[in-house]
């Protein structure tokens, strides 16, 4: 998985120098800023900017760029399953992803669908470089600010958590209140927030939404 840097492939990577890279976001100011930051490398070269998923797909057909640096909020809908779509359209690129959203559990599942790697856009400065260039040769890149998340979520039987803290997620996830959770357990207030807590720190995740899809991505809500 990614390290803390992205890791120094050198001229030995399975691609050929210079990187031809496309980039696809729909803020211009954004692109702009992305394609300065990747042509000021000696070993990068865009080759294509692309706005929306059509475009993408136009543009990966014509140019067969090594790399894909696609945002995954995209306006018309750039997601999960187009990273999968994409990926059988043109399986000899690699896409590195680059988001806002800082949830572990959203990074695996792109890398799940494909993707290679995945950059938090307020960290593309100083890693989408060498993210691209990992990527380029087929190597996995996480921003290391959600590495031990999506370690958490790869890792002890899936989750990581006790047979406890298993319990009270399954709980959390079919829609109980913290009062409810505590009283179908047997715990107090004051316990089952700190197995709630617990939980959070574990999975790297932030709200219950992100545990709700955790959950059920688990198998956690099957009888």
Avoid: C, N
């Avoid at 050929?16 to 692109?31: E, I, K, Q, T």
């Avoid at 067969?64 to 995954?72: A, E, F, K």
């Avoid at 359209?89 to 680059?98: M, S």
């Avoid at 039987?157 to 829609?175: F, K, M, N, Q, Y």
């Amino acid at each position: 998985m990614g390290a803390a840097t992205a890791p120094d492939v050198g001229r030995s990577a399975r691609w050929a120098f210079p990187l031809r890279v496309m980039l696809a976001d729909d803020h211009v100011l954004a692109r702009r800023s992305l394609r300065l930051l990747l042509d000021a490398e000696d070993d990068l070269e865009v080759i294509a900017e692309a706005t929306d998923l059509s475009a993408v797909t136009r543009h990966l057909r014509r140019y067969t760029p090594h790399v894909l640096v696609l945002d995954l909020q995209l306006a018309d809908g750039s997601s999960v399953e187009t990273i999968r779509r994409l990926r059988d359209h043109a399986p000899e690129t690699e896409i590195v992803v680059l988001s806002m959203d800082s949830s572990p559990l959203v990074a695996q599942q792109t890398l799940d669908a494909g993707a290679v790697a995945f950059v938090l856009k307020t960290r593309a400065e100083s890693e989408l470089s060498g993210a691209v260039r990992a990527g380029a040769a087929g190597i996995e890149y996480i921003s290391p600010q959600l590495a031990p998340g999506v370690d958490a979520l790869r890792h002890g039987g899936g989750h990581g958590l006790s047979p406890r803290e298993t319990e009270v997620l399954r709980v959390i996830a079919l829609g109980h209140t913290s009062a409810e959770i505590a009283a179908k357990l047997h715990l107090s207030p004051r316990t089952g927030e700190t197995h709630r807590a617990h939980i959070h720190r574990k999975l790297g995740l932030r709200t219950r939404a992100e545990l709700v899809r955790y959950a059920l991505r688990q198998r956690l809500l099957v009888p």
